[in-house]
């Protein structure tokens, strides 16, 4: 039968917290490359400038609320690990 072990959640919530800081840069640099070749492929440079600005930032939006609910998911595992050590001790 498998143990408690605490350090386990500390790992996953170290590797969501580490996933989420990476996640927000990767979500913009997509975004930017994908507007930019789409707006090269429609009108050129200019154009394609313009679409790497407004899909980098939507691609900032989206990898900000993406990494928002995996530091959310961190924290809720942390505080399950704290309610079972603060428990314990009574």
Not at 31 to 59: M, N, S
Request: hydrophobic share 45%; net charge positive.
């Amino acid at each position: 039968m498998v143990q408690y072990d605490p350090k386990v959640i500390y790992e996953f919530a170290d590797r969501l917290h580490r996933k989420a800081n990476t996640i927000i840069a990767k979500c913009t640099i997509v975004g930017a490359l994908i507007g930019g070749i789409v707006g090269y492929a429609v009108k050129g440079a200019g154009v394609a400038l313009l679409g790497l600005v407004i899909f980098g930032a939507i691609g900032f939006y989206i990898g900000r609320e993406k990494a928002f609910s995996l530091k959310l998911q961190a924290q809720t595992a942390l505080c399950q690990v704290k309610i079972e050590e603060n428990t314990k001790k009574q």
